[in-house]
């Protein structure tokens, strides 16, 4: 609270510290999605300070899902900022708004991209250094116990209803996994998934299934991805890997999500140098995990876990902004 007193004080005296000529001119009020899923909230309450304290903006956060907030942002030309929207689930419309000069796709937020794939503990890669990839884990079913028949491994799938749930499942018949000794596992519930790593863990086993990054999991558990033997086949995936009881799925690698910062067209004309920092703006997958295990650990809101990461990462936000915007933005938090 007293952050917040300290961030709303500076921004009513008109630029008392405004040494860049943004911030003198000010940039206006800014609409951002405060997307409903942690890396996404916690990016928007990062670009609010940012904005706020480095540019002289006024920003007012907007709550935001990626259907919502995309159609939104193309047909009304609000809000302004998708700090971190999944441009696969849009690609299309997406791709027809950037060519017609609706939006504009700024920074790849998250480096790498949003992964997908099927994990093991590092203390299981490292004490079997054997297993390089999916299929070599699948040779090893006594290295994985399933819950009800530890005779037998576990592949753990999704929660009915999730689409990896449904990906899981195809490569499991794909694998041939069922014939290799394994069983596929249905977690149940996010609870339950995230539930069976952290047993795992608590017990020294082995644990093999599916999850994603970024997640305050990975960050909290120390986890390997194995690569798939098979590259990624983009038609395979698309026409059965993703089809609920794919009559003859085949195995493939899982795509790697594009994952962009997007604005309106509008903003991006008007804050040219806030769009500068919006075009730098991009973190490495292993430090949004790190932040969201802090966050969940301390159950700590977007906005902690934004100052969390400003307070303790100065290394990383001050490489995408100049050095008296930067400045401005340090003696504000």
Known sequence: MTKLIAMSFLAACGGLMAT?????????????????????????????????????????????????????????????????LWVNSVKDPLANAVSE???IEAARILEEGGVEGWWIPAYVAEAHPEITSVEKALEHPELFPAPERPERGAVMNCPAGWSCQITTANLYRALKAGEKGFDLVDSGSSAGLDGSIANAYERKQGW????????????????????????LDRKEFDECTVVA?????????????????VVT???????AIAMD????????NDVVNEILAWQDENQATNEDAAFHFLETKPEIWKAWLAPDVAQQVEDAI
Do not use: H
Not at 245 to 257: E, F, G, K, L, R
């Open 208 to 231: 093999l299934g599916y999850y994603w990054s970024p997640t305050a999991i990975l960050g909290k558990y120390d986890m390997v991805k194995l690569p798939f033997e098979k590259p």
């Open 20 to 84: 860049s000529a943004l911030a003198q001119d000010g940039c206006g009020r800014v609409t951002i999605a405060e997307m409903n899923w942690a890396s996404a909230g916690v990016a928007a309450w990062v670009d609010k300070v940012i904005l706020e304290e480095g540019y002289g903006c006024t920003v007012d956060l907007v709550s935001g899902d990626t259907m919502p907030t995309f159609t939104s942002m193309n047909e009304k030309g609000e809000p302004d900022v998708a700090p971190e």
């Open 277 to 284: 920092y919006l075009g730098k703006r991009s973190w490495k």
């Open 265 to 271: 067209k509008s903003f991006a004309e008007k804050n």
């Open 101 to 103: 000069g609706r939006l």
């Open 245 to 261: 009881d794919c009559a003859d799925p085949q195995v493939t690698s899982y795509p790697t999500a594009d994952v962009f910062t």
